[in-house]
């Protein structure tokens, strides 16, 4: 059995779903009034990806430091792949995944010298009062250089899991 070790980032401004993210896809759950402890934080995840393969994922929310914008560089250490969430509601949101995806190219790097892999989610996609049309996302996604980007609910639990085993996938393929 061989298993892989994978740490991932989940970064994006307050209040776009990060926490609940992280605990709807650990725990199983949604709970509106869970909220990790400031500071960072990571949850562990164990996947059994195929016969001969397990993958133990150790998922960091930033939980609190949104307000920097800017992340420490010790947060990104021996990071292999990120999340980057914004809310659909909120078109500031959608404008800070520049920031957050240019912070996180300009301070981690795969071992062979290549960017990290990042997938973008579009969280909350259940609410009615979207601002960010699909089409603006899809142009964002493939000029800032993400790996593909995904609509989601954690609240619905809709591509919470697929979103994952999409990043996942990237980062075993160039490993
Ligand atoms: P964080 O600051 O990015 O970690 O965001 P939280 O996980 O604390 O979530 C912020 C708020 O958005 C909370 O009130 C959540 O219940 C709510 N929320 C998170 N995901 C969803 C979702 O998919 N749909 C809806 N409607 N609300 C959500």
């Known amino acids: 059995m061989n298993e892989h070790l994978l740490k991932i980032l989940i970064i994006g401004d307050g209040n776009v779903g990060k926490s609940s993210f992280l605990h709807r896809y650990v725990n199983g759950q949604f709970n509106k009034t869970y909220k990790m402890t400031m500071g960072v934080d990571y949850a562990v995840k164990l996947l059994h990806w195929s016969d ?3 993958v133990r994922l150790q998922l960091w ?4 430091q949104e307000r920097f914008i ?9 990071a292999l792949g990120c999340v980057v969430m914004f809310d659909v509601t909120s078109s500031a949101s959608f404008l800070s995944c520049r920031h ?4 996180l190219d300009n301070k981690a790097m795969l071992p062979n010298g290549e960017s990290i892999p990042c997938i973008l989610l579009a969280n909350k996609c ?3 009062q979207r601002v960010v049309p699909p089409d603006s996302i899809d142009r964002f996604s493939k000029a800032n250089g993400f790996i593909t980007w995904m609509e989601i609910s954690v609240k619905e639990n809709k591509n919470v899991g697929e979103a994952m085993r999409r990043l996942v996938q990237d980062i075993l393929s160039v490993e």
Do not use: Q, T, V
């Open 52 to 54: 001969k393969e397990k």
């Open 61 to 64: 929310d930033i939980a609190g």
């Open 70 to 78: 800017s992340m420490n560089r010790i947060y990104y250490k021996g």
């Open 100 to 103: 957050w995806k240019r912070d």
């Open 126 to 128: 259940d609410l009615p």
